[in-house]
């Protein structure tokens, strides 16, 4: 083999690093990819290091022990991450976004590969420390958020159908009570789809009183696996008190205004709080 420049080892390094979030690759690995010196690779995850966090690229760590070696978390800064959730603010601000029932109309910008990947850092970056070991939505909004949540964190995504499929084999189905508190669902998620003693973030898109994501809850307990956060993208300021507790969303619907048809929509409360930190 020729001898590999280390301009080349560094891009070939990020590429893969940054392909697969969260992962811990070995040096041994990249030794034996690259023919170098652990002393080389060293200095190269360094240079890669200080890059990353120079142009706000992410955070590479090390991992020390047996299994340790150095792992890409695509981390989003506070400015960032301010300036991102204001832009979907503007979108979802603008008139005729307002549908009957008063829901927003959000399916063009949850299908915006590049709006959700953003949203889906932010809330990767806050749980990161929690180590779950999927993300857990319910079909279908919630899907593209969780999708991008669990992409940064490195798991699986799990979805909760509202009726069994029977692709998915034997199923556990529960009851629960609607986000309006005036009707009864069911929600049915395939036995094979956890194992228990596992750890879940419940990532969804929007959330009203909190009855979708207490019937999530409440599934995770039938499969004896844990909730380690739950985050929406948008949740109501009324009711105040929801169904579930702990719940941060990355922005908040205050009211509508019935004159214009337009919503009220700002910065979560923690999210403002990032704003200040500036």
């Keep these: 083999m020729d001898r590999i420049r280390r301009t080349e080892r560094l891009a070939v390094m990020s590429k893969i690093l940054m392909d697969s979030p969260n992962r811990i690759f070995t040096l041994g690995t990249f030794c034996e990819k690259f023919g170098s010196a652990k002393s080389s690779l060293s200095e190269d995850i360094d240079i890669l290091r200080t890059i ?9 760590e090390t991992v020390t022990g047996a299994a340790g070696g150095v792992r890409y978390r695509p981390t989003i800064s506070d400015e960032a991450a301010v300036a991102a959730v204001a832009d979907v603010v503007k979108m979802l601000s603008t008139p005729g976004r307002v549908l009957p029932g008063g ?21 990767a970056t806050q749980f990161y420390k929690q180590e779950p070991d999927f993300v857990l939505t319910m079909e279908t909004k919630g899907i593209p958020i969780a999708l991008m949540t669990a992409k940064a964190l490195g798991v699986p995504t799990v979805i909760v159908r509202r009726d069994n499929k029977v692709y998915e084999g034997p199923a556990v189905n529960i009851n629960y009570i609607s986000g309006s508190g005036n009707r009864i669902e069911t929600m049915s ?19 009203r009183a909190g009855g979708t994501a207490r019937g999530m809850v409440d599934m995770m307990k039938e499969f004896s696996v844990s909730v380690i956060g739950i985050c929406v993208m948008m949740a109501t300021a009324e009711p105040v008190k929801k169904r579930v507790e702990g719940v941060r969303s990355l922005l908040m619907l205050e009211n509508i205004d019935d004159s214009t048809g337009v919503a009220n929509i700002r910065p979560s409360n923690w999210m403002q709080s990032l704003r200040s930190q500036k």
């Excluded at 990353?52 to 590479?60: D, E, I, K, S, T």
């Excluded at 949850?110 to 809330?123: H, R, Y």
């Design 52 to 60: 990353f966090a120079q142009y706000g690229l992410g955070v590479l």
């Design 103 to 123: 829901f927003i109309y959000m399916a063009d910008i949850l299908a915006m590969p590049d709006v959700v990947e953003k949203m889906g850092n932010i809330i």
């Design 189 to 207: 998620l395939s036995r094979r789809a956890v194992k228990e003693g596992q750890r879940t973030l419940i990532v969804d898109d929007f959330m």
